[in-house]
T-cell receptor, first 112, second 111 residues
Framework: DAGVIQSPRHEVTEMGQEVTLRCKPI?????LFWYRQTMMRGLELLIY????????DSGMPEDRFSAKMPNASFSTLKIQPSEPRDSAVYFC??????????FGPGTRLTVL | GQSLEQPSEVTAVEGAIVQINCTYQ??????LSWYQQHDGGAPTFLSY????GLEETGRFSSFLSRSDSYGYLLLQELQMKDSASYFC????????????FGTGTRLKVLA
């Protein structure tokens, strides 16, 4: 299996622009998580899905952030409009009803 | 509030044994996991404890004491490749796999 796939790996954008991060979970996994990692705040859970349904989005920082999972093999995290404080590494992880989560390689976002 | 506390940094020499502690204060407790993350890489799962005691997986072991809200990761026969950050994470709600992550411990292994 290819593991969790994320794209793009790096994104540099200007303040105010829309950013879309993409994730393909491991086939057969029924949980998908979006995390943000920064030096100041560590690894924070933003939102997670179970069987494509958003279960808990309490970690989404603002209305500027939105996430979707239209099918079992694809999810997006969108930031509109982006701000410099959104600069971070965004990880997608998936699991199959177990405590072990498999993380993707991450997307390093820089907002200028 | 919810908190997981870990030492920020630990240094040890190759071949030694090191223990990384994690103390948690959460509204609920349904399991403690450990992850390893190399610089520039993604977190990778190491171990999981739901019950008190020691779980061993090769050179790595993880311990849990629910009464003390405490766990640790034990790394034996340290190798240079073990230099990484180590995170503890607690599942604080039943019926989900949502985890709260600690701030991480940076382990430096010296030759």
């Amino acid at each position: 299996d290819a593991g969790v796939i994320q794209s793009p790996r790096h994104e540099v954008t200007e303040m105010g622009q829309e950013v879309t991060l993409r994730c393909k979970p491991i086939s057969g996994h029924d949980y998908l998580f979006w995390y943000r990692q920064t030096m100041m705040r560590g690894l924070e859970l933003l939102i997670y899905f179970n069987n494509n349904v958003p279960i808990d989005d309490s970690g989404m920082p603002e209305d500027r952030f939105s996430a979707k999972m239209p099918n079992a093999s694809f999810s997006t995290l969108k930031i509109q409009p982006s701000e410099p404080r959104d600069s971070a590494v965004y990880f997608c992880a998936s699991s199959y009803g177990r405590d072990e989560q498999f993380f993707g390689p991450g997307t390093r976002l820089t907002v200028l | 509030g919810q908190s997981l506390e870990q030492p920020s940094e630990v240094t040890a020499v190759e071949g030694a044994i090191v223990q990384i502690n994690c103390t948690y204060q959460t509204s609920g407790f349904y399991g403690l996991s450990w992850y390893q993350q190399h610089d520039g890489g993604a977190p990778t799962f190491l171990s999981y404890n739901a019950l008190d005691g020691l779980e061993e997986t090769g050179r790595f072991s993880s311990f849990l004491s629910r009464s003390d809200s405490y766990g640790y990761l034990l790394l034996q026969e340290l190798q240079m490749k073990d230099s990484a950050s180590y995170f503890c994470a607690v599942r604080d709600e039943p019926g989900t796999y949502k985890y709260i992550f600690g701030t991480g411990t940076r382990l430096k292994v010296l030759a």
